[in-house]
């Protein structure tokens, strides 16, 4: 009995398994309701739009002259200083009070940290790359964040009736507030730098200023957003300001893995939420909500901006778009609304950058719930569990070991962690097979099909009589689940593992391909551990179902078959994942091993018949739950006898 209830265990493991990875996509209903409140949002922006027309009509105006005296040749022929006078007349027209700002050479600047080479253009004042100083690509490239040619970060907002957008304009460097002199810096020892591009209008004291703060030791820089003297500029009915950020990721690993949750994930100010767009496919969400921070993540690095007094509004899309550049990954966006302060003299708008690992320690040293964008499970309780696992993870690494050395201590531990329920669901294996004769004569007795509830109560009987729980063999391998659940989401998302070697595999976070091969049936390589895995999965199964027999029950001799069935298709799934996760349940299949090993040198079968003989001969009090029970079964047979009058 207890054989068929672990099979049934096995079974049930396997349906949550994959109903869990089934349901983890959106409803249409939650699709609905999203566009629903997307629709809703359109039109309010409708209005915006058309007094928007009207403001820019006068701007295309000014282009189209402008443009005229870029590609007129006969232009050339004019007087010099015509030209150049109708030039500074329609860059004037175009740009308003920022017009001398409207021409220049990209000028670049890099800044480096320990753990960050930044490089900064003029072009716009933004970042143009961040490169990664501790991390290399699959590849053994430098590890930039994003596609420096097709990066996008604008502020825009009205000012003297026009558009401006200021990733159009030439800013000017500074540093710690005096002009920047040239050459790249380094950030010394526990200092920083303040770093600043400032955006100039035709008077020197009414500027924008974009500030960022380098530390020498930090991912995360913080990054303001200045106004000085610039009331009378912008339009005094804007209460807000709006951010364009736009970035190309680039392929950074050698495999894509399907529980990488790479998408736009934020985090509300109010419910400290954390959520995300559709994941693997193009998708946009309009968000009213106010917004603590906006990232772009991929598996393992992300792109962050943080508010430190929160976002307004947010428009957040992903997609995957033609590209010319052979590394291209995927196209992340958001608008964000960030709130201005129309009639003050001096604005400041607080805000960070982050661009590092998806390293969960790092991330929770923030204490802004990024950490939460590495998925550790939907569940409370598995996510619980992983936290655990992290902990121990972490204690281990610091020692400096090989992490197939880590694994196979923490193995170890959780192996020993469970080895009560183990054990439990052993001996009550053991128990099963001493009753088994006993349990065959009472199927001899009940052969029939209409006796199936009086086969079912004598079962139950000589199971309370020997104190034995029917849930006893299926039960604590039910419990050990949310487990195998937190490994299978811990391993992928360990970036620990990135690029470190153990035995043939030379990089424990991807697959170990021993073989490589056209694509066939889904699959173009064979990963040495996941086959592994699959051996020592396929002889636990072989050992199982020798202690099991079939000969007694008939119609459990197809479950036979589809337990040497699952292991193959596991192989399937785990053959494109990481080699650590094989490598893992590898090890927990040859603990079993020797855990079945000593476990019968623990349980003496002849003493376990003397134990069940003289419970038998106990008087044995039957639970509120038994007796619920076999009056459940006394009414059903009643009624099936009733049904059969009939």
């Given at each position: 009995m207890n054989n068929k209830n672990t099979l049934i265990g096995f079974v049930l493991i396997a349906a949550i398994l994959f109903g869990w990875m089934y349901f983890m996509t959106p409803s249409k209903e939650q699709i609905a309701e999203q566009q629903r409140i997307q629709d809703s949002i359109r039109r309010v922006r409708l209005e915006e739009m058309a007094l928007d027309s009207l403001r820019q009509a006068e701007q295309q105006r000014?282009?189209?002259?402008?443009?005229?005296?870029?590609?007129?040749?006969?232009?050339?022929?004019?007087?010099?200083?015509?030209?150049?006078?109708?030039r500074q007349n329609a860059l004037r027209d175009k740009y308003g009070v920022f017009a001398a700002s409207a021409e220049g050479s990209e000028q670049l600047v890099t800044i480096e940290n320990k753990l960050q080479r930044l490089t900064f253009?003029?072009?716009?004042?933004?970042?143009?790359?961040?490169?990664l100083k501790d991390y290399k690509t699959y590849d053994s490239l430098p590890l930039i964040s994003f596609d420096p040619e097709t990066a996008l970060f604008d502020l825009s907002f009205f000012a003297n009736n026009r558009i401006v957008n200021t990733s159009q304009f030439f800013f000017q460097p500074y540093v710690n507030g005096q002009p920047y002199a040239g050459g790249d810096m380094t950030v010394g020892e526990g200092d920083s730098i303040v770093f600043s591009q400032r955006l100039t209008t035709d008077d020197p004291n009414k500027y924008i200023e974009f500030v960022y703060t380098i530390r020498d030791d930090n991912y995360m820089m913080d990054f303001d957003i200045r106004t000085v003297g610039m009331k009378d500029v912008i339009a005094t009915n804007a209460d807000y300001m709006s951010i364009d950020w736009a970035v190309d990721l680039l392929k950074q690993e050698k495999s894509a893995d399907r529980f990488a949750d790479e998408s736009v994930y934020f985090r509300s100010l109010n419910d400290k939420d954390v959520d995300h767009l559709v994941v693997n496919k193009d998708s946009e969400q309009t968000v009213t909500n106010k917004l603590k921070w906006i990232s772009f993540k991929q598996r393992f690095f992300c792109n962050v901006i943080v508010a430190k007094d929160g976002f307004e509004n947010a428009k957040m899309a992903m997609q995957t778009r033609r590209s010319n550049?052979?590394?291209?990954?995927?196209?992340?966006s958001a608008n964000i609304e960030v709130p201005y302060n129309v009639s003050a003299e001096t604005n400041d708008i607080p805000m960070q950058l982050y661009f590092g690992p998806n390293h969960f320690k790092t991330l929770r040293s923030y204490k802004?719930?990024?950490?939460?964008?590495?998925?550790?499970?939907?569940?409370?309780?598995?996510?619980?569990?992983?936290?655990?696992?992290?902990?121990?993870?972490?204690?281990?690494?610091?020692?400096?070991?090989?992490?197939?050395?880590?694994?196979?201590?923490?193995?170890?531990?959780?192996?020993?962690?469970?080895?009560?329920?183990?054990?439990?669901?052993?001996?009550?294996?053991?128990?099963?097979?001493?009753?088994?004769?006993?349990m065959d004569a009472i199927n001899e007795k009940y052969p029939k099909?209409?006796?199936?509830?009086?086969?079912?109560?004598?079962?139950?009987?000589?199971?309370?009589?020997?104190?034995?729980?029917?849930?006893?063999?299926?039960?604590?391998?039910?419990?050990?689940?949310?487990?195998?659940?937190?490994?299978?989401?811990?391993?992928?998302?360990?970036?620990?593992?990135?690029?470190?070697?153990?035995?043939?595999?030379?990089?424990?976070s991807t697959y170990d391909s021993i073989v490589e091969f056209p694509k066939f049936l889904g699959m173009d390589h064979l990963s040495l551990f996941t086959i592994l895995m699959t051996i020592t999965t396929l002889i636990y199964t072989w050992v199982n179902n020798k202690q099991m027999d079939y000969s007694s029950n008939p119609q459990m001799k197809p479950m036979k078959w589809m337990m040497y069935l699952m292991p193959i298709m596991f192989f399937a799934i785990f053959n494109n994942y990481s080699a650590g996760l094989s490598y893992y349940y590898m090890l927990v299949n040859i603990i079993t091993f020797i855990q079945m090993f000593v476990f019968r040198k623990m349980i003496n079968e002849d003493k376990v018949r003397a134990t069940i003989e003289e419970n038998k001969r106990k008087p044995v009090k039957k639970s509120n739950f038994q007796k619920r029970l076999e009056e459940a079964q006394k009414q059903q047979a009643k009624l099936q006898q009733q049904q059969k009058k009939r």
């Amino acid at each position: 009995m207890n054989n068929k209830n672990t099979l049934i265990g096995f079974v049930l493991i396997a349906a949550i398994l994959f109903g869990w990875m089934y349901f983890m996509t959106p409803s249409k209903e939650q699709i609905a309701e999203q566009q629903r409140i997307q629709d809703s949002i359109r039109r309010v922006r409708l209005e915006e739009m058309a007094l928007d027309s009207l403001r820019q009509a006068e701007q295309q105006r000014a282009d189209a002259q402008l443009a005229a005296l870029q590609t007129d040749t006969a232009m050339m022929a004019m007087d010099s200083l015509g030209l150049v006078q109708q030039r500074q007349n329609a860059l004037r027209d175009k740009y308003g009070v920022f017009a001398a700002s409207a021409e220049g050479s990209e000028q670049l600047v890099t800044i480096e940290n320990k753990l960050q080479r930044l490089t900064f253009s003029n072009k716009g004042g933004f970042l143009k790359q961040v490169e990664l100083k501790d991390y290399k690509t699959y590849d053994s490239l430098p590890l930039i964040s994003f596609d420096p040619e097709t990066a996008l970060f604008d502020l825009s907002f009205f000012a003297n009736n026009r558009i401006v957008n200021t990733s159009q304009f030439f800013f000017q460097p500074y540093v710690n507030g005096q002009p920047y002199a040239g050459g790249d810096m380094t950030v010394g020892e526990g200092d920083s730098i303040v770093f600043s591009q400032r955006l100039t209008t035709d008077d020197p004291n009414k500027y924008i200023e974009f500030v960022y703060t380098i530390r020498d030791d930090n991912y995360m820089m913080d990054f303001d957003i200045r106004t000085v003297g610039m009331k009378d500029v912008i339009a005094t009915n804007a209460d807000y300001m709006s951010i364009d950020w736009a970035v190309d990721l680039l392929k950074q690993e050698k495999s894509a893995d399907r529980f990488a949750d790479e998408s736009v994930y934020f985090r509300s100010l109010n419910d400290k939420d954390v959520d995300h767009l559709v994941v693997n496919k193009d998708s946009e969400q309009t968000v009213t909500n106010k917004l603590k921070w906006i990232s772009f993540k991929q598996r393992f690095f992300c792109n962050v901006i943080v508010a430190k007094d929160g976002f307004e509004n947010a428009k957040m899309a992903m997609q995957t778009r033609r590209s010319n550049n052979p590394r291209y990954y995927k196209s992340m966006s958001a608008n964000i609304e960030v709130p201005y302060n129309v009639s003050a003299e001096t604005n400041d708008i607080p805000m960070q950058l982050y661009f590092g690992p998806n390293h969960f320690k790092t991330l929770r040293s923030y204490k802004i719930g990024l950490q939460d964008q590495i998925n550790l499970g939907n569940f409370f309780l598995i996510r619980w569990i992983n936290y655990g696992v992290i902990a121990v993870f972490n204690w281990l690494s610091q020692y400096g070991w090989n992490y197939g050395i880590v694994i196979l201590i923490l193995t170890i531990i959780i192996k020993t962690l469970l080895f009560p329920l183990a054990f439990k669901s052993y001996k009550s294996s053991a128990i099963t097979r001493v009753l088994k004769p006993e349990m065959d004569a009472i199927n001899e007795k009940y052969p029939k099909e209409e006796d199936a509830m009086k086969k079912q109560q004598a079962i139950l009987n000589l199971q309370r009589q020997a104190g034995v729980s029917p849930a006893s063999g299926c039960l604590p391998a039910l419990l050990q689940f949310p487990i195998l659940i937190a490994i299978f989401r811990f391993f992928p998302a360990s970036i620990e593992l990135r690029q470190q070697p153990f035995l043939w595999a030379d990089d424990l976070s991807t697959y170990d391909s021993i073989v490589e091969f056209p694509k066939f049936l889904g699959m173009d390589h064979l990963s040495l551990f996941t086959i592994l895995m699959t051996i020592t999965t396929l002889i636990y199964t072989w050992v199982n179902n020798k202690q099991m027999d079939y000969s007694s029950n008939p119609q459990m001799k197809p479950m036979k078959w589809m337990m040497y069935l699952m292991p193959i298709m596991f192989f399937a799934i785990f053959n494109n994942y990481s080699a650590g996760l094989s490598y893992y349940y590898m090890l927990v299949n040859i603990i079993t091993f020797i855990q079945m090993f000593v476990f019968r040198k623990m349980i003496n079968e002849d003493k376990v018949r003397a134990t069940i003989e003289e419970n038998k001969r106990k008087p044995v009090k039957k639970s509120n739950f038994q007796k619920r029970l076999e009056e459940a079964q006394k009414q059903q047979a009643k009624l099936q006898q009733q049904q059969k009058k009939r």
